[in-house]
C-alpha cells in the first residue's frame, strides 16, 4: 500500500471522465488499497480514482466518525439507478479542493448499483451522509467537482483560494 498524492484544482485531470473498470483484479483491489490509505492521511471520508490521477470509475469511502472502527467501503463502477426528487443541502468539502467548504443541494437518497473490493454486484438504498457522498464521489467521476454546482462566482473564490493556500503551503 502506498499514499498518493491527491490532485488538486485547477488540474485539468479532474475534469476528466472516468472509464468503467473491466473486472475487479489483485491488480485493482491494489490500487484501492492505495486509495484508501491516500484518504485516510489526507484525512477525508471519500476518494475518487481520479483525484490520484486514475481515471477508473473507482471510489473508497469510510464514514465511520472519529474514534471509531474503520468501515472501508469499495465502490466499482456505480451508477445511482434511482434519485429521490425531495433534495437535501450539506455543506461539503473535498480533498480536491482543500480548504473550501460549501453547500451544495443534491437528491436526499439514491439507490445505486456498484461492484465491491470481492467484485461482486450489490444494489443499495443511501441516505444521508452516505448519499451526498456517494453522489459527490460520482461525480468525480464525471469530471464533476463540488464547487461546480456553485454559482461561477463562489467557484471562482474556490479556486482563487486553494491556489493561495498552495502558495503559502
Known amino acids: 500500500m502506498a499514499i498518493r498524492e491527491i490532485l488538486v484544482v485547477p488540474h485539468p485531470a479532474l475534469k476528466q471522465v472516468s472509464q468503467p473498470v473491466e473486472k ?3 491488480e485493482l483491489r491494489a490500487l484501492m488499497d492505495d486509495m484508501l490509505e491516500t484518504m485516510y492521511a489526507a484525512p477525508g471520508i471519500g476518494l475518487a480514482a481520479i483525484q490520484i490521477g486514475v481515471p477508473k470509475r473507482v ?3 469510510d464514514l465511520a466518525r472519529e474514534g471509531e472502527e474503520k468501515q472501508p467501503r469499495y465502490f466499482v463502477n456505480p451508477e445511482i439507478l434511482w434519485a429521490s426528487d425531495d433534495t437535501a443541502p450539506y455543506e461539503e468539502g473535498c480533498l480536491s479542493v482543500p480548504e473550501y467548504y460549501d453547500e451544495v443541494e443534491r437528491p436526499a437518497r439514491v439507490k445505486l448499483r456498484y461492484l465491491n473490493y470481492q467484485g461482486e454486484q450489490v444494489e443499495e438504498d443511501a441516505e444521508g451522509l452516505f ?9 468525480h467521476l464525471e469530471g464533476v467537482l463540488f464547487i461546480d454546482h456553485l454559482s461561477r462566482l463562489k467557484r471562482e473564490q474556490a479556486i482563487k483560494k486553494v491556489k493561495k493556500h498552495a502558495k503559502a503551503a
Open 24 to 26: 475487479v483484479d489483485d
Open 131 to 139: 448519499a451526498v457522498c456517494i453522489q459527490h464521489e460520482m461525480d
Open 59 to 61: 471510489i473508497v469511502m
